[in-house]
C-alpha cells in the first residue's frame, strides 16, 4: 500500500512539472518587427524622412497647417519638443499627429533620442 502510494504521488509530482505554468512571450520568442536601430540617428536620414512622410502634406508650403512649415532642419529643429509631445499622445487624444494615426515606437524613439543628443544637424 506504502508503494503504491509512494507511486502515485511520484507520477502527480511528475505530471505537475509537465503540465506547470508557461509564461514564455511569443513576441520575445518569435519576433516578427524589425529593430530599431536607434544607434546613429541622423536629421537627414532619420529626423527630416519622418517629417516628409508623416508631417509635410500638412506643413509646408505657403500656408501650413496652424502656421507651422516642417520643411527644413531650423523649422523642424525649433518644433522637435511640440512635434514629440503632439506624436506621443494616445490614440483617440485630439491633439496627436499625425491626426488619427499612430505612428510607430520606433519612429518616436528615434525623434526623442534625436532631441536628446542635442538635435544635431547630421
Not at 509564461?23 to 518587427?33: C, F, K, Q
Not at 519638443?81 to 491633439?95: A, F, H, L, T
Amino acid at each position: 500500500m506504502r508503494k503504491l502510494f509512494q507511486l502515485i504521488l511520484l507520477l502527480m509530482m511528475v505530471g505537475g512539472m509537465m503540465t506547470s505554468c508557461y509564461y514564455d512571450n511569443e513576441e520575445e520568442l518569435y519576433p516578427t518587427g524589425q529593430i530599431c536601430d536607434t544607434t546613429e540617428i541622423t536629421f537627414s536620414g532619420d529626423i527630416l524622412s519622418m517629417a516628409d512622410n508623416f508631417c509635410q502634406s500638412c506643413h509646408s508650403g505657403a500656408t501650413p497647417s496652424g502656421n507651422l512649415n516642417l520643411e527644413t532642419y531650423d523649422q523642424i529643429s525649433a518644433a522637435a519638443e511640440k512635434m514629440y509631445e503632439r506624436i506621443s499622445k494616445p490614440v483617440g487624444d485630439p491633439q496627436l499627429m499625425p491626426p488619427g494615426q499612430k505612428l510607430d515606437d520606433c519612429t518616436i524613439k528615434k525623434l526623442k533620442i534625436w532631441i536628446e543628443e542635442g538635435k544635431p544637424n547630421n
